[in-house]
Nanobody, 123 residues
């Protein structure tokens, strides 16, 4: 089982920046079983949307809606017990307002969701 803890959301003005964090730990297992981590967002009345993906090898992909503004990265703790995936969001727009969720996918085929963190872009 994977435990995910998200943080970093908040209120920001248009054009501003935020960095979200998603820290993963694996209960009775290795953090290296997580091979892909995604960030999604869900705005009121809209479907959940994928905004960034990073593989365990560090390959990052983005949809056109956020490409050039969002950046995903991943670090492993020194004791190899936790992995943190960051989502750096720059040049934020009101349409980026949503609840942001991270999702960890493991090589065994299961996946886990974080609790979500609210991002509000408003003047």
């Amino acid at each position: 089982q994977v435990q995910l803890v998200e943080s970093g959301g908040g209120l920001v003005q248009p054009g501003g920046s935020l960095r979200l964090s998603c820290t993963a730990s694996v209960v009775s297992g290795s953090i290296f079983t997580i091979n892909v981590t995604d960030w999604y967002r869900e705005a009121p009345g809209k479907q959940r949307e994928l905004v960034a993906t990073i593989t365990s090898g560090g390959i990052a992909t983005y949809p056109d809606s956020v490409k050039g503004r969002f950046s995903i990265s991943r670090t492993i703790s020194r004791d190899n017990a936790k992995a943190t995936v960051y989502l750096q969001m720059n040049s934020l727009k009101p349409e980026d307002t949503a609840v942001y969720y991270c999702n960890a996918r493991r090589v065994v085929g299961d996946s886990y969701w974080g609790q979500g963190t609210q991002v509000t872009v408003s003047s």
